[in-house]
Every structure is written in C-alpha cells, then in structure tokens.
C-alpha cells in the first residue's frame, strides 16, 4: 500500500468534507465545539482534582445522584453520567468502597441495581460542588452574555434530542 503525500491527504480530507457538506456549513461551529468542550472537560478536571483530590467523573456520579433525589438505577446513571457505562461499574465498586454510595438491588424487580448516595458522599459533594461551579461559572459562563448562554441552550437541546430519539 502506498502511503499518500501529505498534501495528497489534505486534499483527500478536503474533498471528502467537500461531498458531506457542500455548503462548507456547520464545520468550523463543530470544530470550535469540539475543541472547547475538550479544553473545558481536561481543565475542570485538573482544577478539581487540585482543589479536592476529587475526579470530575466522580463528582459527575455524585451530582447525577443527587440532582436525582439521592439515588438511580445503575442504566439511569450510567445514561446520565460522563462516565462510559462499561466504566460505570468499576467506578461505582471504587465509590461503594470509599463509602461515597451504596449499591442496592431494587425493590421492583431484584434484577437492576439502585446506586444512592451516603452520608458521606453528599459530604464530599457539598465539599467540592462550589469548587466545581467556580470553575464552570469562570471557565464557561462568564465568557458568554445570557443570550448566547440561551442560544446555545437550545442548539445544543436539539442536538441532543435528535441524537437521542431519532
């Protein structure tokens, strides 16, 4: 197999962007998106693990559970949470042994598994839930006005449903 000249390559992903989206539309929005919510995600983890000693994928499990009322079924978080679902098991194990949350089978049926949170986990999050929110109000809000915050709301919200429903 010969290998293309970079050059070749560009012209090659040039073309291929060319056929997918004749208009050239939408390309740079999702590179900026991408580029940011990457930037975002790597830089609020390090500033809460920092600040805490706290993953953000752990801090996205304890929030999940509480904006829950305190507890979900495994699928329910695991659909809900940063975390890959695959992951989602190991990082619960990890969180039932420091004791953040306990793992319950359901009442309903026996087969699924209901995670809550304990004493102890709404301790950390009450700990380390405002060093997360300064960092998003810092990092993301308050570099956009409250009809760009809106804006973007909705564009993302309809992305979202579309990728989920159809």
Known sequence: MQVPSQSDVAGL?????????????????????????????????????????????DFDVLAQLARAGGELRMTDLA???????SGMTRRIARLVEEGLVQRANADTDGRGVVVGLTDAGIARLTETAPVHLRGVSERFVARLDDHELAVLKNALDKVTVDCTFG
């Open 79 to 85: 659909t809900r949470a940063l975390v890959s679902r």
């Open 13 to 57: 992903l040039a073309r291929l962007v060319a056929h997918e989206l004749p208009s050239g539309s939408g390309l740079g929005a999702w590179d900026s998106f991408l580029r940011a919510h990457a930037t975002l995600i790597r830089r609020l983890e390090v500033d809460l693990a920092q600040a805490t000693g706290l993953a953000l994928a």
